[in-house]
Structure formats: structure tokens, C-alpha cells
């Protein structure tokens, strides 16, 4: 099995099956789209290596600004998606929604000042 960069799976025995972690830090919004693609290429052969039964979490930094607009029916984003969306936007997205993934953060109601845990103060030039 090859190392798979920005990412790490563990999987844990608990009282009804099994419990699948996995956690990612994705390419920022700069990188190029090559890396990117290559990241939810390697996302997806991760998730296609847990169980079939395995409850799935997956953690972490996707670098994308989810935003607030919700697609009618869609289960990925919540009611409180926050920001502006970003380059990134799309694509964590659509992976969400062709895997079943809800972003946790988006269906709870919480102050700004809780949602980001970094925010750059460097000045764009």
C-alpha cells in the first residue's frame, strides 16, 4: 500500500461495529488543480478502503468556505453554511454530495466567533 499524503484513517471496534476516522488536510485554495484533484482521488480510494458497515467520520481542513447556499433536497450543507464561498467550494461539495457527507458544521446554529479556529490578518499586495 502506498503513503497517502494529507491524510490518515483509523478504525476502531466499538460496541455495534466499527467506527472509521479520517483525517485530511486538504491543498489550499492556491495550489494547483492537478494537486487538488489528486487529493479527492486519494480521498475517495480511503473512504472505498473502510468497511462496508463502518460508521465514517472524516475530520479536518478542507480549505473551503462552505457558504450559505443550499441546493433544495441537498443533505450535504446544513441551513447555517457560513462566508463567502471560495475556489474549494465546489469541489468539497460535490464530493459531499456524491458520498453522502454532511458538513457537521453547517447544520448547527453558533456565533461567528466559534465557527473558524484561524483566520490570516496578512494584507493581500
Not at 23 to 33: F, I, K, S
Not at 49 to 73: H, P, W, Y
Not at 77 to 101: A, E, K, M, Q, Y
Request: hydrophobic share 40%; with cysteine.
Amino acid at each position: 500500500m502506498r503513503l497517502v499524503e494529507r491524510l490518515l484513517r483509523a478504525r476502531f471496534r466499538h460496541t455495534a461495529g466499527f467506527l472509521s476516522f479520517i483525517v485530511a488536510y486538504a491543498p489550499t485554495e492556491n495550489a494547483d488543480t492537478s494537486v487538488k484533484a489528486q487529493f479527492y482521488a486519494d480521498l475517495q480510494v480511503v473512504i472505498a478502503q473502510c468497511g462496508k458497515n463502518d460508521l465514517e467520520v472524516i475530520l479536518g481542513d478542507f480549505n473551503a468556505v462552505t457558504g450559505s447556499s443550499r441546493i433544495q433536497g441537498g443533505t450535504a450543507l446544513g441551513p447555517w453554511g457560513s462566508g463567502f464561498p471560495n475556489v474549494n467550494t465546489d469541489v468539497l461539495l460535490s464530493f459531499c454530495r456524491g458520498h453522502h457527507l454532511g458538513i457537521a458544521g453547517s447544520w448547527f446554529q453558533r456565533k461567528d466567533i466559534h465557527r473558524f479556529s484561524w483566520i490570516s490578518n496578512v494584507v493581500s499586495q
